[in-house]
């Protein structure tokens, strides 16, 4: 796989640093499909990346970095993400968008910590709330006030990733993907509820199974009849039920699957 890297944009523009890595000696190429990503043919260690102590870029899988794309959270939006960490993602949205109103949510709360080294490696995330909590227990968590915008990048089973991480086949058996499946349903189900009438909650998940994703999906559209799939573009993946897929390799990112959820707006 090649070595994928995000650019913070708080920082430099792509074009500058793809500079600091020429520089450097690093062969890097512009990705067209992402706006702040860049691929390394040849894997360097991070610390010969210029300025990555200082949060200048990240590694992230090209898929990972297209949440954002999908989720295009409008300027100052409020923003939830309810399984954030590390943290990647989140960091992500506010080095776009520093004004989002974000609050971050994930139930382990050692990983939770990495949420807050990554802000502060990143320099964002200061005025984000960061709390450790279930997010489909919504009376504990919820202030009542609706997001605008919900980003569910769900527990799964990571089969997507197997290019990097091949013990993933070894140690998932059938009965772990139905206990996924199912948690995935009620955060589905929970979120769904803390979102405004006309939001956007992006489901995605690093699995290319269906029983996580397109079957996930078709059976929320069943029981919600206020939710919508809005079409993602090819630059997503190939499509599969109106959502987007990608297999291990294809368009050079991991296996991912992401779909764009409107909540109907009130009459
Ligand atoms: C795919 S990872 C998230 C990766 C993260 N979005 C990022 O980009 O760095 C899924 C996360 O969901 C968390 N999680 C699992 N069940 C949860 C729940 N009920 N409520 C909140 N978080 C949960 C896990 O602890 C894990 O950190």
């Known amino acids: 796989a090649p070595m994928w890297l995000r650019v913070n944009r708080q920082q430099h523009s792509r074009e500058a640093y793809l500079d600091l890595l020429a520089e450097a000696g690093i062969e890097a190429i512009a990705e067209p499909l992402s706006a702040d990503a860049v691929r390394l043919p040849v894997a360097v260690p991070v610390n010969s990346l210029p300025g990555f102590a200082q949060g200048a870029v990240s590694v992230q899988d090209l898929s990972a970095q297209q949440v954002a794309d999908a989720l295009q959270a409008p300027l100052g939006a409020r923003v939830l993400d309810a399984c954030a960490a590390p943290g990647g993602k989140s960091a992500h949205l506010l080095e776009r968008d520093p004004s989002l109103q974000l609050l971050a949510l994930d139930v382990d709360a050692r990983r939770l910590q990495r949420i807050r080294e990554t802000f502060a490696r990143t320099g964002v995330g200061a005025q984000a709330q960061v709390l450790a909590v279930d997010a489909t227990d919504t009376t504990v968590w919820w202030d009542g006030k609706p997001f605008d915008a919900v980003l569910l990048d769900a527990p799964c089973s990571a089969t997507g990733i197997i290019r990097r991480q091949p013990d993933v086949l070894l140690h998932r058996r059938a009965e772990d993907i139905v206990a996924l499946a199912a948690l995935q349903a009620r955060l589905l189900d929970a979120l769904w509820t803390v979102l ?72």
Request: a negative charge.
């Open 196 to 267: 405004r009438p006309g939001g956007v909650l992006l489901y995605s998940t690093c699995s290319i199974l269906r029983q996580e994703n397109g079957q996930q999906v078709a059976d929320f559209l069943v029981r919600t009849p206020d939710a919508q799939v809005q079409a993602l573009p090819d630059a997503f993946g190939h499509e599969v039920a109106g959502n987007r897929q990608r297999l291990p390799g294809e368009q050079g990112g991991d296996g991912f699957f992401y779909a764009r959820l409107v909540k109907a707006a009130q009459d």
